[in-house]
């Protein structure tokens, strides 16, 4: 048996998230030397990166580092191929990140980006993507057992370490979109499956997320850019967005109606922290008491706020209302294959199947050896991914925890800690230049 | 030794220079910020109260000009090492390869030249006259006013890609005869510091190096800029580039305290199918090619980015690979080896290479040039000696391309600049050389649009 499904077979045992360094770290090790095999036969863009870098042999972990790749590559293709609608062209740039075939899509009469996506499932590629924040998205491939990689953990490891039985008991309220490529959209669509009643499902729309919208944003950027965008454009461009959110507000209102109605059964919630201090209101309103929530009911938040002024202790007042709840939350991101799990004492847990690296400020060097509690770079190397290689340099700031168990915590094994940042943006590092593009004219201008 | 010590002494230590005195910090005191610490910050001595004048507000411009001029000259022979010293210490911190900076630093006092000055004065203001006296017109209807270019309160938020910022800022500035608070960026904390210590060594006590500071603060702490960058105190912001650097003095910006900005900029090249007459014809536009791409191993806001030419795909992969060529060679503002290019950058190129025959790569990642060649511009900022070849139909065409973040557009051949600087000053460039002179330039003619000196005075009138 190879160590990599060894690894990935830790998900059925249940202390997977709490083992020890030296059970895991000779499989790990094992793992990478295969999975690098075979991954530089099948993308010569990794064969080329470990031949510049000079990587033939990995005697340990820290040995990966070269091999990382920044989150720019699954975002490398250019926006021209989406632009002009050049779908084969696309499709060979994601062939070049892809163990897999691409030959098997169906390339005719596709009319945006979403389509070709639709295109990309249909062959077997089930792509996730990311926001789109900088007017770019990331193509993150997975295969249908990359997939069910996803579901398994799902089943077996709900609100870890106070797992719940997938019983089909709970309702389910996800608020956003009822599909589209986004992970943490996927990841809901399984948990649905598998948990919710099936006379209680309810999503804030069921109109599936669309990516075009956020092409039609960096299409307005270009258009500003090239100085062919007109101010009513640009206004209608911001209006856009605003209606979409006045439409929303409605079947918000609705939901939360619904949560506040059958707040006494086990519920799984789904959303933004924004919209979850948003239901806590309108039931204050209602005159809701506090901790009236079903001890069954998972709470599931993450994600920024958008801007929103809320007060410091958001959090702590968003869980006082809902009471003694359950909760799924973890540290990871759209390109990671499973998150990190946090434990009752707020530490995120390692899985089995994904090594962490923490690397000096520049994300080139480990930041110490991997031994005690090193602060630095976030990066990655997730063993499980079948369509592509997934290792990668992050921007967040972190501190790892390499000890088999540190006094203040309850549960043993290697973690990252509670407190994670953003390291700063090129530019915030006080190095000034007199160079720089048309970005810095409109950035922030147009309505996200 | 405990830890904090070590770390202490391991940071490089960055003297300031306050009204004439320096102050050096380090052994532990002042202010920490990872590989180098500074004295502490003292926001009072940093301003010059309005109460009075200025120190050097009634110098006349002769002696404005002749202590400039003696700087400049002790700067050549630097008997005290102060140039050396900052040179070495740059050497070591800074971004720029060690033999780009020396030429650099080389280069340094020629600005501070006689000639330089009065040409300077002339372009920029019209005459000396006006910076120590007033000038006299009469209006249509016999009304007569007079005019001058009175000192400023000034505060220079620094570029560090290059020295020569830091001495034309000090030389507008002393001509100015104004106060002037410098800011030092992270990647050049030292030669600002070592003209003005040159400065003082020349004219000791001098009202001049009394009306100069040079410190560093990190670019956005409030602690600092919400008290100091306040009209009270300063009358314009002068600010080099660096998009964070302008964002964060935006909050400041008011009635009464201006913004002068070197805006951020891109520049680009355009050459004419002309470049193809002969294959020596072709050889010297790619040697110009690169001169104008590796300004500064393309840090600078005038080094071009994306090239955009005539050509069939045949002679534009000719041109390429000798371009790719080219940029490996070291030059007055180049070396031949830069560095190596940011990781996100490298995968952005390697997945243009996997990418052919839509684009081309020649060249690796090592820090002597890649080109890639497309029919579209990258998407990417192309940086570390790093630039797209464009094919158009014709140049006109390429115009389109052209934004007002545009500064520098290098032609090739210099006839074609005549049809083509109307229609690119209306998209928004601001400066059109021929290909392979971009280098230089700004001092005594606009830069960025405008006259510099004349932005930086305070224009007072006497009128009856």
Redesign the interface.
Known sequence: MNARKVLMDMVYQPDCFTLRQDELVPLQLEAARELVAERREQL??LD??AR?AGVDRIETLDDLIPLL?????FK?????FVRNGQWD?MT??LG?LTTRPMDGVDLSGIDDIDDWVSRLWAAGHLVNTTSGTSG?VSFLNRTRADDEVLRRNSELNLCWPERIKPERKHHFFFLGPRSGPYLLLIAANHVERMFARPDSIHYLSDAPLRLTEITRMAEMRLKM???TATPSEIAASEQAGREQSANMANRFAEMVRLIIELRHEPMIITGGWLQMWQIMEAAREQGVPNGQFHPETIIQSGGGLKGANLPADYREQVFEFFGDVRTQQGYGMSEMSTGFPKDLDGFYHQVPWIVPFVLDRE??KPAGPREGVVEGRFAYLDLSNEARWNGL?TGDRVTIDFRESRPEARLPGLVVHPNISRYANI????????????D??ISGEIGA | MNQSTKVASAAVAVPHFVKGELLVGGGGKGAHYGKFCTPTLDIDGLVWQRTEPGPAFSIPIDEVMDVLVATGERMTADPSGLLAEAFEAMAQVG?LDRGVLQRAYEHLPKLFSKDWLKFLVQGEVGGADILDGWRTVTDPSGRTAQYRAFPPRLVH??????PG?AAISIIRGALTKGVNLLKL???DLFTATAILRTMAEVAPGHPMTKSFSAVYW???DEAVEKYLLRPIFFDKLVA???????RSAKKYIGPGFELVA?????SISMIGREAFASSERLAEVAEAAATDICLYDQ?????SRFQFIEATMEEAEAFCALLQVEMGKERLTASGCGMQAP???R??I???R??EP??KVFG?SDGRGVVIL?E?P??F?P?AKTVNVVIVRTLEDAV??V???TQTVGVFPAERKVGLREKLAA??AQRVVTLGSALGGGVGIPHDGFFPLHRLVRWVTDEC
């Open positions: 010569p863009i080329r990166r510049e790749f920044s989150h720019t590559s490398s293709y250019p926006n021209s062209r060979q740039w070049t770019k850019a090239e100085g994300g080139v340099i530019g915030e590092d006080d190095k000034i230049g007199c160079a720089g593009t048309i810095a004219y | 971004d938020v620094l570029a560090g890609n290059a910022v960026p992270s990647n990190k670019g956005g080099w580039g660096g998009e964070g650097s302008l070197f805006d951020p900029k891109t840090s600078a806001c005038t080094s990781s996100a950058l995968e952005e390697e997945a243009l996997a990418l839509y684009y690796e497309s579209d990258v998407d900022h940086e389109r391309f934004t007002v973040a998209a928004g």
